[in-house]
């Protein structure tokens, strides 16, 4: 066995190598000890199907061992099932519970809560007096808002945030969440989830069709609008034109900030620019390329089709209905029916689900080897989201696949490089292979995606061999803890030798190990305005002239609101939830008042 210690890393050599591979991916390891620099405060920027929910759990099961009380707030009540489910099964020592979708646990009562976002920052559940706090943020990039940012309790000292990538169309991460985490600790992208073997690598077939000479006239009368409103904002100041995503970004913050000419002009440019996607997303000539892909959905191991709207999905479905087995996933689908049809596509009941931007975030999608992509995405994050849908690992000579159609001589087309989406330049730089057909190229078109995949899938470095090797030195004879603990710290570092030993799903009947434990704790670093964050990819927005003027609002939720009078005072409260605001002594302050709805 040999240790060595690079940047950033623990690098252990095993005498067995064949040992049985179990536990944290390396890269999960390589995570934690970066957040642990950090002073267990930041944001783990990973893909989609990487494995960030295990990187969480094994930092709330270190936290529960030192006598934490770890807080997960989570988007959706779908992704709170799920995080108990998990939390469960990783931790059956620990009380799981819960806070929101008729969940009403509370600090007090268990040692994990698991709360939504609207649900945390209407109780603001806080730690046990007496007891540190962690708190773990999934999908920590919807957190900016306004309302959702009082989910993010300055009462826990650790904070984890978890994100595919740190990324908004406001200045929310600049503004919120930086502040509040710290900043990224790890990133970690498909490049090298694909070089570790934890994601495929895709083969990509980018697919045109014509527009009908009418599709055409519109899309040409809709360019025409968009010509003068991209003129105009190319002048205002501190618009960034390059990258385009960057550039949109920027026209969707003045659109919803400024009430001026510049606001117009970004609203203008926003409502022709939604004009003219709809147009080629809803081109005829995509629906009848898609009946032709029937026969690759049917040999597929499994296939998700992905639109921009309900509409283009019920279309979708209209057409691949009586060639393959398919349902239909919307925001409106009950959860038990979402549950079953996703198992149905888990067994293979179902060869194909269709859905628009619903499975994009937050949903335990099953494993599919094909992703039908009817409108290419407008944002990073929804396009790295999708990609994580297909690239999950894969066994031996299985294929990760995608069809991206296009209308040609449009936004959408591959060929052409102004405003060219980001998910075209991402899926290219990682592809296996990619390739540009003609629509009416079907036998191409189906030779191309039934190639194989590779013969020979890389296994993903984990963390119990190294474990295993961390183990040979605490078996040394006659050492003390704060021996052992010495020795590893003094080959690959105080945070790496923590790393090890605190996230091992190993034995921990030697009492030497939680003795290295505590003094490795103790001389982990403390939060720091130098901790060693990674840059972050921060928009830079457009000077607002004339702001708009914010709408007073009563509610954040739909629900009617009442005015109560509580003994000598006045209060406003939610129909719905109950949410209370605080008293006032006159009946007129309850108007000045506001409640944060947690009807989620």
């Known amino acids: ?49 990487s494995g960030k929910t295990d990187v969480a759990i094994a930092a709330a ?67 046990p007096d007496g007891r540190g706090g962690l708190l773990i943020a999934d999908e920590c990039h919807g957190f900016g808002g306004g309302t959702l940012r009082r989910a993010m309790l300055r009462a826990y000292d650790e904070r984890l945030g978890l994100t595919a990538t740190l990324e908004r169309s406001d200045d929310g991460v600049a503004e919120v969440l930086l502040p509040y985490f710290g900043g990224i600790c790890h990133r ?51 618009m960034p034109l390059e990258p385009f995503g960057d550039f949109l970004a920027a026209v969707a913050y003045l659109a919803e900030r400024d009430a001026g000419a510049d606001g117009r002009a970004a609203r203008d440019y926003l409502d022709a620019f939604s004009k003219r996607r709809d147009i080629v997303a809803r081109s005829s000539g995509k629906y009848e390329l898609l009946g032709t892909l029937a026969p690759a959905i049917r040999e597929a191991d499994g296939a998700l089709v992905f639109t921009e709207t309900v509409r283009a999905s019920n279309h979708a479905i209209n057409r691949l209905d009586p060639l393959v087995s398919i349902d239909l996933i919307t925001g409106s689908t009950a959860r038990g029916q979402r549950r079953q049809i996703l198992d149905d596509l888990r067994v293979r009941r179902l060869q194909a689900v269709a859905a628009p931007r619903v499975l994009d975030e937050g949903v335990d999608v099953p494993d599919a080897n094909l992703g039908i992509v009817m409108s290419a995405s407008r944002t990073r994050r929804q396009m790295i989201q999708r990609m994580g849908r297909i690239l999950r690992r894969k066994r031996p000579g299985v294929a990760a696949r995608f069809v991206i159609m296009f209308a040609k001589d449009t936004l959408e087309d591959p060929t052409q490089r102004t405003e060219r989406d980001g998910f075209l330049d991402e899926i290219e730089r990682i592809a296996d292979a990619t390739a540009v057909f003609d629509g009416d190229r079907r036998e191409a078109i189906d030779a191309f995606l039934a190639a194989p995949g590779p013969s020979v899938v890389p296994e ?24 052992l603990a010495a020795d590893l710290a003094a080959a690959v570092g105080v ?37 060693p964050y990674l840059e972050a990819e921060v928009i830079a927005l457009p000077r607002v002239v004339t702001p708009k003027a914010k709408a007073k609002r009563l509610s954040t939720g739909e629900a009617p609101l009442t005015i109560a009078r509580i003994d000598a005072q006045w209060r406003l409260s939610c129909t719905g939830c109950g949410e209370e605001s605080d008293p006032v002594q006159f009946r007129w302050q309850v108007h000045d008042l506001t409640v944060v709805c947690r009807c989620d």
């Not at 993903?460 to 021996?483: F, M, Q, Y």
Request: net charge positive; charged share 25%.
């Open 1 to 49: 066995m040999r240790l060595s210690r690079s940047p950033g890393s623990l690098h252990v050599e095993v005498a067995d190598p064949g040992a049985e591979a179990d536990g944290l991916y390396r890269w999960q390891l390589d995570a934690l000890v970066g957040w642990l620099r950090c002073g267990r405060r930041g944001v783990i920027e990973a893909v989609t199907g």
């Open 61 to 127: 099961a270190d936290a529960l061992r030192r006598g934490h009380f770890v807080l997960v707030v989570v988007p959706s009540r779908v992704l709170m099932e799920q995080w108990c489910g998990r939390l469960a099964a990783a931790l059956p020592y620990a009380r799981i519970g819960r806070l929101g979708d008729n969940g009403r646990d509370d600090s007090g009562s268990c040692d994990v809560l698991v709360a939504t976002r609207h649900s945390a920052a209407a109780y603001k559940p806080v730690p």
């Open 188 to 238: 970690y992208g498909f490049a090298e989830a694909i070089a570790d073997g934890v994601c495929a690598p895709p083969r990509v077939a980018f697919v045109g069709v014509e527009l009908s000479a009418t599709e055409r006239d519109e899309y040409a009368a809709v360019e025409q609008r968009l010509v003068g409103a991209r003129s105009h904002l190319r002048g205002v100041s501190g």
């Open 460 to 483: 993903p470095e984990r963390l119990d061999a190294s474990v295993r090797a961390v183990d040979l030195v605490l078996a040394r004879a006659g050492a003390t803890g704060e021996e």
């Open 495 to 531: 945070e790496a030798a923590y790393g090890c030993l605190a996230y091992a799903r190993a034995d921990r009947g030697d009492p030497r190990r939680e003795i290295a434990l505590r003094v490795l704790g103790a001389r982990l670093p403390r939060r720091r305005a130098t901790a």
